[in-house]
């Protein structure tokens, strides 16, 4: 124990204070053990008044006997408890620490009932429905995804399942996987996982929502959609709903295209991963719900921290792996879609932050409470101005490059486009001062002998000016469509492979290849960090 003067200090994050033991209504202070044991442990302190006052206990012969004894009568299990006498300045305080049990739930009989309870912020509550079934199935060291159903192999297909697999693995898919992978039992029956993997997934609970709202708040709906399926299915159809309802402005600069995304794509999947994989599924009549806003996304799921903290109290780059469906999880990183090491937090972050329109402030954040998880990624773009994009871009060129209005190749304000193509484009080809068009020959005919020798294919080097259309300053010609692609797909996922790279865009690992380092060389993007865990940039100086 530690005393401050004449009050005491708790050195747990869970703990009650009893002024006195109350002998005939020992089911008050029953409760907090049995949610004590139910949770992370905790301790109870009798002697001390609601606000940690130290005002001591009379009877000090037999009350360390008797909170014994009611704990042993009336709890079942029975926990594991250590009791401790002390005399903090010369007054009698019992302390009664509870570890967090392993065979839950641990229920307090009373009067003809039998309850379990749970810690809920600083209140004790009693255990019900799906927070019920989860204490049992945590006492028999069981987790919901890996309960068998009665529903046996032969009766679904796992298509979807299959092709994903051997898409983003590039190996051969083999049905003994499924048995591996812990979707489908020794017996031949399908567990609650395999289910939500299956092609016709039959389990109610495995639904998705989606809406864009109107302005900031939940008024009118300009778009909705419902879908019932896998958890492949929702997750494509979840990165669907977000691409589609969300836009993309850009800026055509002389040698590439700048995105101007509003959600990193990567982090949108992330954030669908974590709902997925780590949602309560026992619960029923509740859903995965994605709401879209003007300024931002929500993405909400129940079940809250599995460990039940509150996320927003943590730092959530420091949070441990801790998986409420291990098998749901397994299969995902069989999919190569997520680390078995809790880096999603991470990720998300660190793909938001690479945004070229991220500033501070627009970070994602996250809060939970017992029933419920949310995300909210933030649109970067939100309350940005064409002047703040033109800063943006303008940085990215160099000096003397042309723009017709400022006499130098400078993107004018405002020529933005979003996804849907309802503003208006920036000119594919500016135009170019006459000075420098001069320059370059003009075809008149056939590849003839004269025409060859008016205009040799190789000239050597260009002789130097010295007035302002220096070689420095003629602008590069602009990449080629595959280099563009290859240019937007790192804007959206920045830690993209060259082997993804080339399975997205249908192109060579080769050929790939040869495009990342024609765009490092040309200064357009950068490789940040290891050649496996790093991640790609699209230079903008900022």
Same mark, same amino acid.
């Given at each position: 124990?530690?005393?401050?003067?004449?009050?005491?200090?708790?050195?747990?994050?869970?703990?009650? $204070?009893?002024?006195?033991?109350?002998?005939?209504?020992?089911?008050?202070?029953?409760?907090?053990?049995?949610?004590?044991?139910?949770?992370?442990?905790?301790? *109870?302190?009798?002697?001390?008044?609601?606000?940690?006052?130290?005002?001591?206990?009379?009877?000090?012969?037999?009350?360390?006997?008797?909170?014994? #004894?009611?704990?042993?009568?009336?709890?079942?299990?029975?926990?594991?408890?250590?009791?401790?006498?002390?005399?903090?300045?010369?007054?009698?305080?019992?302390?009664?620490?509870?570890?967090?049990?392993?065979?839950?739930?641990?229920?307090?009989?009373?009067?003809?009932?039998?309850?379990?309870?749970?810690?809920?912020?600083?209140?004790?509550? @009693?255990?019900?429905?799906?927070?019920?079934?989860?204490?049992?199935?945590?006492?028999?060291?069981?987790?919901?995804?890996?309960?068998?159903?009665?529903?046996?192999?032969?009766?679904?297909?796992?298509?979807?399942?299959?092709?994903?697999?051997?898409?983003?693995?590039?190996?051969?898919?083999?049905?003994?996987?499924?048995?591996?992978?812990?979707?489908?039992?020794?017996?031949?029956?399908?567990?609650?996982?395999?289910?939500?993997?299956?092609?016709?997934?039959?389990?109610?609970?495995?639904?998705?929502?989606?809406?864009?709202?109107?302005?900031?708040?939940?008024?009118?709906?300009?778009?909705?959609?419902?879908?019932?399926?896998?958890?492949? $299915?929702?997750?494509?159809?979840?990165?669907?709903?977000?691409?589609?309802?969300?836009?993309?402005?850009?800026?055509? +600069?002389?040698?590439?295209?700048?995105?101007?995304?509003?959600?990193? #794509?990567?982090?949108?999947?992330?954030?669908?991963?974590?709902?997925?994989?780590?949602?309560?599924?026992?619960? *029923?009549?509740?859903?995965?719900?994605?709401?879209?806003?003007?300024?931002?996304?929500?993405?909400?799921?129940?079940?809250?921290?599995?460990?039940?903290?509150?996320?927003?109290?943590?730092?959530?780059?420091?949070?441990?792996?801790?998986?409420?469906?291990?098998?749901?999880?397994?299969?995902?990183?069989? +999919?190569?879609?997520? @680390?078995?090491?809790?880096?999603?937090?991470?990720?998300?972050?660190?793909?938001?932050?690479?945004?070229?329109?991220?500033?501070?402030?627009?970070?994602?954040?996250?809060?939970?409470?017992?029933?419920?998880? $949310?995300?909210?990624?933030?649109?970067?773009?939100?309350?940005?101005?064409?002047?703040?994009?033109?800063?943006?871009?303008?940085?990215?060129?160099?000096?003397?490059?042309?723009?017709? @209005?400022?006499?130098? *190749?400078?993107?004018?304000?405002?020529?933005?486009?979003?996804?849907?193509?309802?503003?208006?484009?920036?000119? #594919?080809?500016? @135009?170019?001062?006459?000075?420098?068009?001069?320059?370059?020959?003009?075809?008149?005919?056939?590849?003839?002998?004269?025409?060859?020798?008016?205009?040799?294919?190789?000239?050597?080097?260009?002789?130097?000016?010295?007035?302002?259309?220096?070689?420095?300053?003629?602008?590069?010609?602009?990449?080629?469509?595959?280099?563009?692609?290859?240019?937007?797909?790192?804007?959206?996922?920045?830690? +993209?492979?060259?082997?993804? +790279?080339?399975?997205? *865009?249908?192109?060579? #690992?080769?050929?790939?290849?040869?495009?990342?380092?024609?765009?490092?060389?040309?200064?357009?993007?950068?490789?940040?960090?290891?050649?496996?865990?790093?991640?790609?940039?699209?230079?903008?100086?900022?």
């Amino acid at each position: 124990m530690k005393v401050a003067g004449n009050k005491l200090i708790a050195e747990c994050t869970a703990y009650d $204070f009893k002024v006195a033991i109350e002998r005939g209504k020992s089911g008050h202070w029953l409760k907090s053990v049995s949610a004590f044991a139910n949770g992370d442990g905790g301790a *109870l302190y009798f002697g001390v008044d609601n606000s940690g006052e130290i005002i001591g206990l009379d009877d000090r012969v037999h009350s360390v006997d008797y909170i014994s #004894e009611q704990i042993r009568l009336h709890l079942d299990p029975i926990p594991r408890f250590t009791l401790t006498p002390d005399t903090p300045n010369g007054k009698f305080v019992i302390e009664v620490m509870v570890e967090p049990g392993e065979q839950t739930p641990y229920y307090v009989s009373l009067d003809g009932r039998r309850i379990a309870y749970i810690r809920s912020g600083s209140d004790t509550i @009693e255990a019900k429905g799906a927070t019920l079934v989860n204490l049992i199935l945590k006492g028999s060291h069981l987790t919901w995804d890996a309960i068998e159903s009665n529903h046996h192999s032969d009766e679904f297909t796992f298509l979807r399942l299959k092709n994903a697999f051997e898409q983003r693995t590039r190996t051969k898919w083999d049905a003994s996987m499924l048995v591996s992978f812990g979707l489908v039992t020794a017996s031949g029956y399908l567990t609650n996982a395999g289910l939500l993997f299956a092609d016709d997934c039959p389990i109610k609970q495995a639904r998705l929502y989606c809406t864009r709202w109107d302005g900031l708040y939940k008024d009118y709906a300009l778009n909705d959609s419902e879908y019932q399926g896998n958890l492949l $299915f929702l997750l494509d159809m979840a990165k669907s709903f977000v691409k589609v309802n969300t836009a993309k402005r850009w800026y055509k +600069l002389p040698d590439y295209r700048l995105n101007f995304p509003e959600y990193s #794509e990567r982090a949108v999947e992330e954030v669908c991963l974590n709902h997925l994989q780590h949602r309560d599924y026992a619960q *029923l009549g509740s859903e995965f719900h994605i709401d879209i806003f003007d300024d931002r996304i929500e993405f909400y799921t129940p079940g809250g921290m599995f460990d039940g903290s509150n996320v927003q109290d943590r730092d959530v780059l420091t949070i441990p792996s801790s998986r409420r469906n291990p098998i749901i999880s397994e299969v995902f990183s069989q +999919l190569d879609y997520v @680390e078995k090491r809790g880096s999603g937090f991470r990720k998300i972050k660190e793909a938001t932050a690479i945004l070229p329109s991220y500033r501070e402030g627009m970070e994602p954040t996250y809060r939970s409470d017992k029933a419920f998880f $949310f995300s909210i990624l933030k649109n970067v773009n939100y309350g940005m101005t064409d002047e703040d994009f033109d800063r943006i871009s303008d940085s990215r060129l160099e000096p003397g490059q042309w723009n017709s @209005e400022r006499q130098t *190749l400078v993107p004018d304000k405002g020529l933005l486009e979003n996804e849907k193509g309802t503003q208006k484009k920036y000119p #594919e080809n500016e @135009e170019i001062p006459q000075k420098t068009k001069e320059k370059s020959p003009q075809k008149t005919g056939k590849n003839t002998p004269e025409t060859r020798k008016k205009y040799p294919r190789k000239q050597g080097k260009i002789p130097q000016k010295t007035g302002e259309n220096t070689p420095e300053k003629i602008p590069q010609k602009p990449v080629r469509k595959t280099a563009q692609a290859i240019i937007d797909a790192i804007i959206d996922d920045p830690q +993209l492979s060259r082997a993804k +790279l080339a399975s997205m *865009l249908n192109r060579s #690992e080769y050929t790939i290849r040869f495009h990342l380092n024609n765009l490092q060389e040309r200064g357009i993007i950068e490789h940040i960090g290891p050649d496996k865990g790093g991640y790609w940039k699209v230079i903008v100086k900022k």
